[in-house]
């Protein structure tokens, strides 16, 4: 069974205070492992795809890392506007197309 | 990316009722995925729904509590019928990108009193 675990459950950073979020996972066969954003009240918005273990996906203040057990989303010099629910998932390799999601890391960057 | 609606945003329904919840997408799909989200958890796959085919639903889901229709390649529907307050969630439609990457809509919000 594919499993997906997120660490920390909960982030609070200051402004300009860099840090990162873990996601483990155990899966058969990995096609793809996916960040997304999530903000209250509406639906995941898609980050990243990482494929292979050492490839890594940056966007903006965003870097998302891959080995074969863990994915790492780091955030640097974060802005209170990069406060969210980042969630992690993975895409096994078996044919089945469903994504299985992380419970997620709440993120709040104080001013 | 494709761009998904959904119908309504938000419900609040009475116990023993049923909701249909619509879900539009920009462009033809192959798949399309149903999610819930309930408070505070992450999203759990309710079922795959292909164009002319039967849904595939996952381990806990049924098919008597949760019909989905699928009568084209842009839209599909998710009903959930005689509901219960443990039914109260965030329903997500979703469809995959081109390289595996799924696409969401903004959500069902659903209380059930």
């Known amino acids: 069974e594919d499993q997906v675990t997120q660490s920390p459950e909960a982030l609070r950073l200051q402004e300009g205070e860099s840090s990162s979020l873990n996601c483990s996972y155990t899966v058969s066969g990995l096609r793809g492992l996916f960040w997304y954003r999530q903000d209250p009240g509406k639906g995941p918005e898609f980050l990243f795809t990482l494929y292979s273990a050492g490839e890594e996906k940056e966007k903006e203040r965003l870097k998302a890392t891959l080995t074969k057990k863990e994915s790492f989303l780091h955030i640097t010099a974060p802005k209170p506007e990069d406060s969210a629910t980042y969630l992690c998932?993975?895409?096994?390799?078996?044919?089945?197309?469903?994504?299985?999601f992380g419970s997620g890391t709440r993120l709040q960057v104080q001013p | 990316s494709a761009v998904i609606s959904q119908k309504p945003s938000r419900d609040i329904c009475q116990r023993g009722t049923s909701l249909t919840i619509q879900c539009q997408v920009d462009s033809q799909v192959t798949m399309m995925f149903w999610y819930r989200q309930q408070p505070g958890q992450s999203l759990t796959l309710i079922a795959t729904?292909?164009?002319?085919?039967?849904?595939?639903?996952e381990s806990g889901f049924v098919i008597d509590k949760f019909p989905i229709s699928r009568p084209n390649l842009t839209f599909s529907t998710l009903t959930v019928s005689n509901m219960s307050p443990e039914d109260s969630s965030i329903y997500l439609c979703?469809?995959?990108?081109?390289?595996?990457?799924?696409?969401f809509g903004p959500g069902t919000r659903l209380t059930v009193l």
């Open positions: 998932a993975v895409q096994a390799g078996t044919g089945r197309r469903a994504l299985t």
């Open positions: 729904a292909n164009q002319g085919s039967e849904a595939t639903y």
């Open positions: 979703s469809v995959e990108g081109r390289v595996g990457e799924q696409f």
